[in-house]
């Protein structure tokens, strides 16, 4: 495992800085303008519009990554987000951080591509596997750890907290410019239009764009649910931190049981469940911290695996040459969803108060699985033995989705130009 991985150390230890200051940011942003009493609705559009930069990012960040090579692009990706980081200081109106978060999305989605596309191109047919697992650990870890810091915010203060993240994000420069390893070949990366990708698997795009939707929403907004329902910051953190490791807790059972029973069963009973929990939330007016905890440890732990279920769905009616451009599709799919679901959902708030959060994603996945129930009506599944094996991937929204680190894809080992995007 130590031989597998050595080459590609420094971006590991990239991303835990990079992941460290995102898992912190996310909830702070909105924890900060709930606390300043900012409607929902703009609470929202400021959380859409991360993805929004996110998207323009995967689309167009590959032209700065070619013309200045992974290291020094990495460069300026990791200033552009540590900058709008100290920018949320020095321009505290809540419409200015909506053009800092499209900035931040735009310079994370430039960051994984990088780190993706090294990951990638150091990995061998024998390695590829470990170090895919690797790189879901460390990032699963650092999203999960890093949201407790909020539990030092009293004692230390906001500013201090977006100092920290800046820092975080700097600091991922280090290991990255130390580096004695080369810079990779830069890859061809495509995509299937997300029209042809509905042709060949609905379940699977409406999956991946259903996770989006609700999962931002909920990741979003869950600090402007919890002020306003009396929980601490700390409260939060620990909610936070338990709904990230419920995801990983869940994602391998899940995908054991989908290898056996197939994908949209399990897909239904992850939806409908979710819904269901969801449901449970919105109907309590004022729960107890560690009631809403078990609740939302067991919503996240649900729908969690919906999005790799999506992404085998699909795979399973594709040749396996075709992964790489069918998962960074559905990646897409899923951040269509994520730029619409937050403003969505604060608008629902806005307009039936903080349990319309709730009610919400439970409408949202009733609806997944009222689809996928009407998909198994119309089309027969194939068997568990025609199907490919299950593959973890965590989509927090900092994550970038690595559809090219998939241990099962079939890898281009020459070099192209990063484009057709």
Known sequence: MLVAVRPVVPVLLAVVFMEGGLGILWPLVSLELARRDVPSDLIGLVTSAYFVGF??????????????????AFAVFAALAANAVLAHLMFPDAIAWIALRAVLGYAFAGLFVIVESWLNDKATGETRGRIFAVYMAVSWAATGVSPLALNFEERIGTTILFGIVAMLLTTALVPMALTRVGNPEIGRREHFGIAKLFR??????????????????????????????????????????ASTIAGLIIQYPVGML?????????????????AAIAASVALLEAPSFMILLALLFALEGIVAPLYALGVGQTNDYIERKDFVAASAGLLFAWGLGAAIGPTAAGVVMGRIGVSGLFWFVAAGLGLLAAFLLVRIAIRHAKSAREQGNYVAVPLTPGTYGAPELDPRAEPERHPHKLSDV
């Not at 998207?55 to 020094?72: K, N």
């Not at 990741?219 to 919890?226: D, F, I, V």
């Open 55 to 72: 998207l323009a990012g995967t689309l167009t960040g590959h032209r700065i990554i070619d013309r200045s090579g992974h290291i020094r």
């Open 200 to 241: 060949i698997s609905p379940s699977g795009v409406t999956a991946c764009f259903g996770t989006g939707l609700v999962a931002t929403a909920f990741y979003g907004l869950l600090p402007a649910y919890t002020e306003a329902i009396g929980l601490t910051t700390g409260q939060l953190a620990v909610i936070y931190s």
């Open 258 to 274: 989908s290898d056996h029973l197939g994908r949209r069963p399990l897909m239904v009973a992850c939806a409908a469940g979710g």
